[in-house]
């Protein structure tokens, strides 16, 4: 697999990261030599197999909706970079 | 006596006897961490007040005669620094949780404190546990106790580390592509990755959601086995968390493995493996053997194959995970920005190191359409594959052993620019995490250099007591080595 700079561009996109002219460089070479290794798993054939997500079976277990924790507000509002009468302040989301 | 050199256990014992105040074990733990840690850095954050204090409700409790069923009542223990603990800095070694103080504790962590023990401080880690080396910290890495040039491994390196240097009585450490067993491996100690599901994740910072799990790190079997014994359970606020029935670990603390079935796969000891290593595994296998079990090779095939399902499926979870990262809600804000996609973008790319940043961008390659049923889905085909391999082999044997890493540590800062070639080193470990398997490692020799070696138990899904049972009888013709020599006149 080689990887473009498109390629870094859309994958950086997708992470929401900014990469300098350097990080991407490294990144290019990087994500090439790791995903073209991952490529080896093409030797397997897997066209009969399940993709298996949980080693265990998931079933749904239910239980009575109760509430358990208290109100918190502080304290959860004290890691908070900005914060505005009680609630998180993000920047304008929409112009 | 130095008491700073007792296992878990027996500092318990002696706190119980009156022998020791859980003051006196705080306090000791603490000077030698002052006196250790410079060289060392295992430590992101040492908890000296909180701990002194707690010191003397612990103890009050112990005389009023509480914790009478708890062996680990008043001995002090570190965690690593990716699982909450109430008030006290979480970082992940990462810039980006640099000033997060979780406001609640992670499940493991209460089981501890419900039976007594004192948390005495957090643990260094490659940064969101993304590495193998402890190199990837924001604050630096820690230093090999064995050989200061020398990487400890990693993830949970500054636990392993701590507990070698005799700055932990244990630890708790993660392990989500043998983040527990390699770093263990490396600093000659005991580390346990337990089955899925057998201990809770809640409060564990997530990586890779289907493959972390929380687990013991310490001097010997016995101690990890206590240790198990107190943080695992079910626990409703983990909806993976199973209900394993029994948890009685210390159970299988028996020097006994006549009749017992182990097998070494022909893939763990091929190509890529250190030769001292390989032939101290085969010594341990041989001591087994000696010892009554039935030992033989048997050839397993999907092994090469854990390497790139592991790092896909890793790296696309991660990618997921760590999307919370925005700087909105806690953790690093970027101070300069225009607008929301700013702040997201320049606080993700000024908080996050080189490493998160390439497994986020791998995860997202991954994922992305047109790429994703080729890499994403086929890996978990491949995981799928990985299972069945591993559940044939247990139709057959009790327990699975090899080799836990292909060398002993690594110089600091070798293959800094070949990650690939780091990832090569998790070989033996990813295997147990795709599959949810329990697996030890445990100190079985040591190499020219005189770094330890160590031995891999891998067992059938809530087979603890198995690798346990074997673990504890090879530990029994084999003393425990520190590198901390004895000080005179003490």
Redesign the interface.
């Known amino acids: 697999m080689i990887i473009t700079d498109e ?2 561009k ?3 996109a ?6 300098t002219e350097e ?1 991407k460089e ?2 290019k070479k ?2 090439g ?3 073209s ?8 054939d ?1 066209d009969q ?8 079976p998931v079933k749904n ?1 239910f ?1 009575d909706d109760v509430v358990v924790n208290g109100p ?1 507000r502080e ?2 509002l ?5 914060t505005k009468d009680g609630c ?1 302040k ?4 929409v112009e | 006596m130095e008491i700073t050199k007792l296992t878990a256990l027996e500092l318990g014992k002696k706190i119980k006897a009156g022998e020791i105040t859980v003051k006196e074990a705080v306090q000791a733990q603490l000077d030698r961490i002052k006196e250790a840690d410079g060289a060392y850095n295992c430590y992101v954050t040492i908890m000296e007040q909180e701990a002194l204090q707690r010191a003397e409700e612990v103890q009050k409790k112990i005389d009023a005669g509480e914790f009478a069923d708890s062996p680990l009542a008043g001995v002090p223990a570190a965690i690593k620094d990716n699982i909450c603990t109430k008030g006290v800095l979480t970082t992940c070694s990462s810039k980006m949780l640099g000033n997060f103080k979780p406001p609640y504790s992670a499940e493991a962590v209460e089981k501890l404190e419900a039976a007594g023990v004192v948390i005495i401080g957090k643990l260094n880690m490659d940064e969101f546990a993304m590495g193998g080396s402890t190199e990837t910290s924001f604050y630096g890495p820690t230093r090999n106790p064995w050989n200061v040039n020398t990487v400890p491994g990693g993830s949970s390196g500054g636990s392993a580390a701590a507990v070698a240097a005799e700055e932990a009585f244990f630890a708790l450490g993660s392990d989500t592509g043998g983040s527990i067993r390699q770093p263990a491996s490396f600093c000659g100690i005991t580390g346990i990755k337990p089955t899925y599901g057998m201990v809770s994740r809640y409060g564990l910072i997530a990586f890779a959601s289907s493959l972390d799990q929380i687990g013991p790190m310490g001097r010997d079997v016995s101690d990890c086995a206590a240790v198990l014994e107190v943080i695992a359970g079910h626990d409703a606020k983990d909806s993976t968390s199973m209900d394993a029935g029994d948890y009685k670990f210390t159970e299988a603390l028996v020097d006994d493995v006549k009749g017992m079935k182990i097998g070494i796969p022909d893939s763990y000891l091929g190509e890529g493996i250190d030769e001292e290593v390989k032939q101290s595994i085969l010594a341990a296998a041989e001591v087994l053997r000696e010892k009554g079990a039935l030992v033989e090779e048997f050839h397993m095939d999907m092994t090469k194959y854990a390497i790139p399902a592991y790092y896909i499926i890793a790296s696309a979870e991660a990618s997921s995970n760590l999307s919370r990262y925005d700087g909105i809600k806690y953790g690093y804000r970027t101070p300069d920005f225009e607008g929301l996609q700013d702040v997201y973008k320049k606080t993700r790319s000024e908080g996050f190191g080189a490493e998160v940043k390439r497994r986020m961008m791998i995860g997202a390659f991954v994922l992305s359409s047109g790429y994703y049923d080729a890499y994403y889905k086929k890996a978990l085909q491949v995981k799928a594959l990985i299972k069945e391999s591993f559940d044939r082999a247990f139709e057959k044997y009790d327990v699975i052993l090899g080799p836990t890493a292909p060398t002993t540590a690594l110089e600091i800062g070798a293959n800094a620019d070949d990650p690939l070639k780091r990832y090569l080193g998790d070989i033996y470990t990813v295997s147990a995490n795709l599959a949810g398997l329990p697996a030890v490692s445990l100190p079985c020799g040591f190499d020219s250099r005189k770094l330890p070696i160590g031995l891999q138990l891998t067992g059938k899904l809530f087979g603890e007591k198995d690798i346990i049972r074997a673990a504890y009888s090879f530990e029994q013709t084999r003393k425990y080595e520190s590198p901390i020599k004895e000080k005179e006149g003490k």
């Open positions: 390629t870094i859309y994958v950086s997708l992470a929401k990261l900014e990469l990080e490294k990144a990087d994500l030599s790791i995903i290794y991952m490529e080896i798993i093409n030797e397997l897997t197999v399940e993709p298996l997500s949980h080693v265990f277990v239980r918190d304290n959860i004290s890691n908070a970079p900005e998180f993000v920047p304008k989301t």
